[in-house]
């Protein structure tokens, strides 16, 4: 079984719209979250952690945790074109760092 | 401040070939990872180093693969006798602090082909 489990597969919102992507951990020893992203081409970059209940803000991206489910989200809202991409939730247990399978991006125009 | 280096970038081989694929970290960080990722899915972990040691190589497949990191600097993976199913982009990321829960900076990885 996966221990990182994604979802949507894919999304697609409207320029200005917003993108919710979900994540769960089946493993309790992995509950320290990041969001990566991930452009063709390119490595993934980091854009946030969250490591405590509740939520966490910066800019343009809020995350959520649940830490009794283990189950995270991430919300973009004021979608751009730019952020097409693959989006990846990563969950680690001081070291190793397991990805999800990770939800395509689409905007549209 | 560089950031993670991988070479090369692309690698096109016949079944039964070897390839070696090499990782420059950022400077100063402790940790090492080597991902394998298949075309549109997430990365998976194959090998992990703190310094020179080997902490988790548990999902490398060992008949095959092989991951050294001697100095506790730059790594290299390498593939001994590559099948069509190791095609895939082969990630290098590292990180400063490896008993905390610190952001993976990534390479851009190197594409491997095999025909």
């Known amino acids: 079984q996966q221990k990182v489990q994604q979802s949507p597969e894919s999304l697609s919102v409207p320029e200005g719209g917003m993108a919710s992507f979900n994540c769960t951990s089946s493993d309790r020893n992995f509950q320290y979250f990041w969001w990566y992203r991930q452009h063709s081409g390119e490595g993934p970059k980091a854009l946030m952690s969250i490591f405590s209940d509740g939520d966490k803000k910066e800019g343009r991206f809020t995350a959520h945790l649940n830490k009794a489910s283990l189950h995270v989200s991430l919300h973009i809202r004021d979608s751009q074109p730019s952020d097409s991409a693959l989006y990846f939730c990563a969950a680690s247990d001081f070291g190793e760092v397991i990805f999800g399978k990770g939800t395509h991006l689409h905007v549209l125009p | 401040e560089a950031g993670v280096t991988q070479s090369p970038r692309y690698a096109v081989l016949q079944e039964g070939q070897a390839v070696s694929f090499w990782c420059d970290p950022i400077s100063g960080h402790d940790t090492l990872y080597w991902y394998q990722q298949p075309r549109d899915q997430g990365p998976q972990l194959l090998v992990y180093?703190?310094?020179?040691?080997?902490?988790?190589n548990s999902q490398l497949p060992s008949d095959r693969f092989s991951a050294v990191r001697p100095k506790g600097t730059n790594s290299t993976l390498k593939i001994q006798s590559a099948k069509q199913g190791d095609t895939a982009t082969y990630l290098c990321?590292?990180?400063?602090?490896?008993?905390?829960?610190?952001?993976?900076?990534f390479g851009h990885g190197t594409k491997l082909s095999v025909l």
């Open positions: 180093f703190r310094d020179e040691a080997v902490i988790d």
């Open positions: 990321a590292s990180s400063f602090g490896g008993h905390s829960n610190e952001r993976l900076f």
